[in-house]
């Protein structure tokens, strides 16, 4: 079992930053996806960013291109986000979540049945 345990999130201003940390534990040797996603109230969940171990391509989703960074640490075990330019519409509960894959249709990232979802850490932004 897969447990996520994230971190870092917090009220900024707008044209703020803030990272957030991911770390997970009791992952199977091997490859595997690790991301974000996000959830505004009233609002579907969004898949943010996703890295594949290895990967030199993370996916970003368009709302976030050219803001948000994703990494991993050397043991592929803990994923960062760093959001520049935060803006009051990336308000919302953001998840860690990890896959097997990271499966991307028709421009954004699908989480299967076999995902594991962190408790979520919540990112303000204000004027």
């Known amino acids: 079992l897969v447990h996520l345990v994230e971190s870092g999130g917090d009220s900024v201003q707008a044209g703020g930053s803030l990272r957030l940390s991911c770390t997970a534990s009791?992952?199977?040797?091997?490859?595997?996806?690790l991301g974000w996603f996000r959830q505004a109230p009233g609002k579907e969940r969004e898949g943010v960013a996703a890295?594949?171990?290895?990967?030199?391509?993370?996916y970003y989703s368009d709302s976030v291109t050219g803001r948000f960074t994703i990494s991993r640490d050397n043991a592929g075990n803990t994923v960062y986000l760093q959001m520049n330019s935060l803006q009051i519409e990336d308000t919302a509960m953001y998840y860690c979540?990890?896959?097997?894959?990271?499966?991307?249709?028709?421009?954004?990232?699908?989480?299967?049945?076999?995902?594991?979802w962190g408790q979520g850490t919540q990112v303000t932004v204000s004027s």
């Open positions: 979540v990890a896959d097997r894959e990271c499966t991307v249709l028709a421009g954004h990232w699908r989480v299967g049945s076999t995902a594991s």
């Open positions: 009791g992952t199977s040797r091997g490859p595997f996806c």
């Open positions: 890295h594949y171990t290895g990967s030199t391509s993370p």
